[in-house]
């Protein structure tokens, strides 16, 4: 059966996920949204518990995984993922402006 | 969350963000289901993507399934854990005045909304050749769990409708006006 996936995935800070929506799926990433801001600690403490849960499973399964920060649930989420031996993501690098842009018209 | 005016949000089944959670053989795409995302957008609705159950229950090389083998015990309660934590973001976006919407998927015995699939003989040596399961009218069993704990909380249920791309007689043109009359 023809799967397409591109086995990548980005978990993406919910404050970044509109303005780089469209990088990511150009890059064929799928998406692990994190929680917003303003949950109460609970909440948060266990959105990100099964966040981590879900990427544990990707990686055992040799998917590419990367992080998208803001810093917002940093440590949380490392501390969810080392519960569960895995390591903390690699940082994806957001992609600079194509400098084509940045070249005047002559 | 921002005190700030009433804002436009949708709930949306996992796997319309994330295809590398569909069971294997169950992507259309390699990241995301650009449709819905892309109508999303354009109607200016943010995007909460709920969390897969049957990911974090089944694992990545889970076998497809039908709504009969999910339905026990054990899994609603997987799914109602995992409802409380929807249940609660939608809780905040209530009382701010947002409007909600839920978007699931109808070829889903976990996400589905408006269909579900059934196949009462499924069961042992996981050999069927030929997907024999019939789209029954029905919630998956996650949706039925959420709807329950909005429920319980006193919340109304959200306006919602299901991706059915997985539908034999899938019409693109259809799915985007149903989208188009849940995202007004």
Redesign the interface.
Known sequence: ?N???????AVVADSL??PL?EE??S???????L??????AE?TA??LE??A??VA??R??D?EIVLVDDGLHTVELEQALARLGVPPLPQYAIQPPSTSRLTPET | ??EDAPKRVAFIA?CL??????V?????????W?PV?DLL?ERGY????M??PE??FG???RFWGVREQFDTPVYRQHCRK?A??VA??IA?HAAAGDDIVLIGVDSSPTMGIDFTPSAPHWSGKPDIVEDDSTLIRGDGIFVEELKAELAERGLPEPRSTGIRHWFADYDPDEELQRLGALLR
């Not at chain 2, 963000?17 to 569909?22: E, M, Y």
Request: glycine share 10%; proline share 7%; with cysteine.
């Open positions: 059966m799967d397409p996936r591109a086995r990548r995935i996920l509109e929506l990511l799926g890059a064929d990433f799928g998406i692990i949204q929680p917003p801001a303003g949950l109460d909440t266990a959105w099964q966040t849960e879900h499973e990707f055992r399964n998917y | 969350m921002s996992h963000l994330n295809q590398n959670s569909k294997e053989g169950g992507a259309k795409r390699p990241g995301m650009e995302i957008r943010a995007i909460r993507q969390p897969c990911l974090a694992g990545a090389r995992l409380k934590l609660a973001v905040q």
